[in-house]
């Protein structure tokens, strides 16, 4: 049983309130895709050399994680407004922090700290756009929002100067987030309080097979998109693609990417799901089988535009399907973690396929093998477990 329009509609979050949480799925994630420079700015700052600089970005990832637990624990109880604003002011005070740090591991920890606060961010975003008339719009528009910033930092903190300046370079950071305070002023104080028990949220609990294996599957298709986005650098280079060139070619793959996310924003579910889906994951596995070692930079340029496509478009459409089998928006709002997850256990499992075949050939089996996982996952769930799907606001 689905909830009744009217109950829907007083107990779910308003189109203010849904634009306040893409703004904050847009601007939250800023931390998280500054870190390929940002972890190189805050090893240089303290003289740390090597593999040290791994640990900024792992401990960003696990305050991310930490911060989105809390949210997925307590969601029912937070004050979204308050929660927000102190969210906000975490991330931009330890952002800053960072630069003001005595010692490496000092700063290490204040980056963990950020993490919390954009991890917070990123599941309230979650939580409130699954919980939305049509979350398969607000995801897509949150992915769009992202690659833009992406753009933005990556060519901001380079022109801001290097480890001598970091306190410019943090001070970016926290501002760009910061604009979320007055943003975080919509927010009631819990979009989804007291929903009512019904039989619908009675019978498909956050541990129905359907809410967890189409995760599973998101998960899935996140450390296939993994696999690509790191190496697909590395194999650019290794077909003797210059340098500028393979940053070219990912700089457009990005306008590729905000593209998939809008066509995901414009079809939502008007197509059924399995055929989307399908598309998505065709394209994924398209992208990888045009990389190879006699390949040219249009090859190249085909390549990262597909798969950046894919990813734009495939994220907010499995998101989307996550949140309509999920009536508590617990595990929604854990899909951003899920994301970055899935993200770096992908290239980690590249290395399970036997070097002897060599790299090309080690990525383009984890990432097709990954993608037939997702997609299987994604077919079996969705044709054995058909749950009804709960009325939204159109507020």
């Known amino acids: 049983m689905a909830f009744s329009q009217q109950t829907a509609s007083t107990t779910g979050p308003t189109r203010g309130e849904v634009l306040a949480a893409i703004l904050m799925g847009g601007l939250g994630v800023t931390q998280v895709v500054a870190m390929p420079l940002l972890a190189t700015l805050i090893a240089g700052a303290f003289h740390v050399e090597g593999a040290g600089s791994?640990?900024?970005?792992?401990?960003?990832l696990l305050g991310t994680a930490v911060g989105s637990l809390f949210v997925t624990v307590w969601l029912k109880r937070l004050p979204f407004r308050l929660t927000a604003i102190l969210s906000v002011l975490l991330a931009c005070t330890a952002q800053?922090?960072?630069a003001f740090m005595p010692g490496f591991n000092e700063a290490v920890l204040m980056e963990a700290l950020a993490?919390?606060?954009?991890?917070?961010?990123?599941a309230l975003s979650a939580a409130i756009v699954g919980a939305s008339a049509n979350p398969d719009r607000g995801f897509a528009f949150i992915l769009t929002l992202q690659a833009v910033i992406a753009v933005i930092v990556l060519l901001a903190i380079p022109a801001l100067g290097g480890a001598s300046s970091f306190l410019l370079v943090a001070t970016f950071l926290a501002g760009v987030q910061a604009l979320l305070i007055p943003v975080s002023f919509a927010l009631g104080?819990?979009?989804m309080l007291a929903p009512l028990q019904n039989a619908y949220e009675q019978n498909a609990s956050t541990f129905h097979p359907a809410i967890l294996l189409k995760a599973a599957a998101y998960f899935t298709f996140s450390a296939a998109v993994g696999?690509?986005?790191v190496f697909s650098g590395i194999l650019g280079s290794m077909a003797g693609l210059a340098d500028g060139s393979i940053g070219q070619a990912l700089a457009v793959g990005n306008i590729a990417a905000i593209a998939g996310s809008l066509l995901a924003a414009i079809i939502t579910s008007r197509f059924g799901r399995i055929g989307p889906v399908l598309a998505v994951c065709l394209t994924l596995a398209l992208s990888v089988v045009l990389l190879?070692?006699?390949m040219g930079i249009v090859r190249f340029y085909a390549a990262s535009s597909l798969?950046?496509?894919?990813w734009g478009g495939g994220l907010p459409l499995l998101m989307g399907i996550v949140a309509e089998v999920d009536p508590t928006e617990r595990v929604t709002s854990l899909l951003p973690v899920l994301a970055f997850a899935?993200?770096?256990v992908g290239p980690a499992l590249v290395g399970l396929v036997p070097a002897a075949y060599g790299l090309f050939q080690q990525v383009s089996a984890t990432t097709i093998g990954l993608v037939l996982l997702a997609f299987l996952l994604f077919v079996i769930t969705h044709l054995r477990w058909s749950l009804p799907v709960q009325s939204r606001s159109t507020e």
């Open 292 to 294: 190879n070692a006699q």
């Open 307 to 310: 798969f950046l496509f894919a």
């Open 115 to 122: 993490g919390v606060g954009a991890g917070v961010l990123l």
């Open 54 to 60: 791994g640990l900024v970005g792992l401990a960003n």
């Open 227 to 229: 696999v690509l986005w």
């Open 96 to 98: 800053l922090g960072v």
């Open 189 to 191: 104080q819990n979009p």
């Open 342 to 344: 899935g993200m770096g």
